[in-house]
Nanobody
C-alpha cells in the first residue's frame, strides 16, 4: 500500500512561486497516476492536475494550466507540483493522491491521499 506525505506549503506573495512535494512509500508507486487536488473551507476538493504512471503525460485544470507543472521521479518515489505566477485564489490546502485511471479527474477516483499542505497566497 502506498502512503503519501506532502510538504512545501507556506505563505507566499501573489506573483511568486512555490514547489510542493509529495513523498510516497511503497514499491507500487510507479503503478499509479498521481493527482493534485486543492480544497478551501466549505468547498469540495478541486482537481488541479494529474501525471500518468510513467511521467510522460500530464493534464491540468483550466485555472492552473500554463502556471503549474507536475513532475515525478519514480526512482525516488516523488511527485512535485511547481506553482508559478501564484494568485490569491490559489490559496487552499493542497493534496496529492494516487489513482489507477489517469483520465479520471474526480476525487472519488483516487483511493490514496496525503494529509495535505497549506498554501496561502497574499495579495
Amino acid at each position: 500500500q502506498v502512503q503519501l506525505v506532502e510538504s512545501g506549503g507556506r505563505l507566499v506573495q501573489a506573483g511568486g512561486s512555490l514547489r510542493l512535494s509529495c513523498a510516497a512509500s511503497g514499491r507500487t508507486f510507479s503503478n499509479y497516476a498521481m493527482g493534485w487536488f486543492r480544497q478551501t473551507p466549505g468547498k469540495d476538493r478541486e482537481f488541479v492536475g494529474v501525471i500518468n504512471y510513467s511521467g510522460v503525460y500530464t493534464t491540468y485544470a483550466d485555472s492552473v494550466r500554463g502556471r503549474f507543472t507536475i513532475s515525478r521521479d519514480n526512482a525516488k518515489n516523488m511527485v512535485n507540483l511547481q506553482m508559478n505566477s501564484l494568485k490569491p485564489e490559489d490559496t487552499a490546502d493542497y493534496y496529492c493522491a494516487a489513482g489507477v485511471n489517469y483520465y479520471r479527474h474526480d476525487a472519488d477516483s483516487y483511493s490514496i491521499w496525503g494529509q495535505g499542505t497549506q498554501v496561502t497566497v497574499s495579495s
